[in-house]
């Protein structure tokens, strides 16, 4: 009973992770489309304090998400089914996607005194990459019977 109970809180907090992860990129995507309205100075600062945020909490999300990645997979024990690595594979490309947007047009705009705009389009365009793996992960797992 305490068992099923323990793994039954892993798989909570996983699908919190993901939920966060995915929701926040959804998120950030519709942000750009209401700044539409705003001037561009206006429009760069919503946009560089949304996607600041978003990938900050994702320092703290990331790690929770492939711990209990990984403790899930080493419940599930033995040979996996496909679901298991294609979910995994979408994680992998969702870590990748996020570090190049910390690092590269994020910290770009952050130093810069006056955003340009193909630095949230190159951060937009990432974004909705991010989104579409973290669905196609969620896809996966509801398939696959995972949890």
Do not use: K
């Amino acid at each position: 009973m305490t068992s099923s109970l323990l793994w039954g809180v892993v798989l909570a907090l996983h699908l919190l992770c993901i939920t966060y992860w995915v929701g926040g990129a959804i998120f950030c995507l519709q942000t750009r489309r209401t700044t539409r309205l705003l001037d561009a100075q206006q429009a760069s600062t919503v946009l560089l304090q949304s996607y600041s945020r978003f990938l900050r909490a994702l320092w703290h999300v990331i790690p929770l998400a492939i711990l209990s990645g990984i403790a899930l997979i080493i419940h599930a024990g033995g040979h996996l089914p496909w679901p298991y690595h294609l979910m995994a594979l979408c994680g992998l490309l969702m870590i990748i996607l996020f570090l190049s947007m910390t690092f590269g047009p994020l910290r770009t705009a952050r130093r810069a005194l006056r955003p340009q705009p193909q630095l949230f389009t190159i951060l937009h365009r990432r974004t909705a990459l991010m989104a579409l793996c973290g669905i196609i992960a969620i896809f996966a797992g509801a398939l696959g019977g995972v949890g």
